[in-house]
């Protein structure tokens, strides 16, 4: 069973893991300026450059809205960053691959963050960084694993049924 003290854990985790997100937005912004870029692109260029995802498995992995990244994917196409290639596992919906273009940003941006990290490892350097990562991907895929909408349907119909306790009467 849960103690108040865990609960107040979770909470702590989640503020803090608000508040890292917040600022690695913040400082992504003002590093893709730099480089002539946006965080948004830059985040969907990372994203199409680490393995073949189409548009929906983008926002998902980001947390956005697969209509952000629809048009953040329309622009790179326009700009000639990304092009789409068939995804032979749902045709309607193609893989992003960076072209050389797209590279040379991703590459530019990349760039751009170097003296930001240099700034950074110092600061950090007591901390496992190697151990971290996979610390917070335990926890995101543990989080991930509690279906929320599911268990809101489940609970909504539970509630409405009386959780099981009324008896329907026979017409």
Known sequence: ??????????????????????????HGTVLAARAGQTQPRWQVLRAASMELLSVPQIARRLGVTRQNVQRITDELVADRLVQLVLNQDHKASPHLVLTPRGQETLDALTEAGVDYRKAVWPRLRHVDLADLVALLKSVNHALAEVDLEAETVEGAKSRRSGEGRRIRKSS
């Open 1 to 26: 069973m849960m103690q108040k003290t865990d609960i107040e854990i979770i909470d702590q985790l989640a503020i803090e893991a608000y508040a890292l997100s917040a600022t690695f937005r913040r």
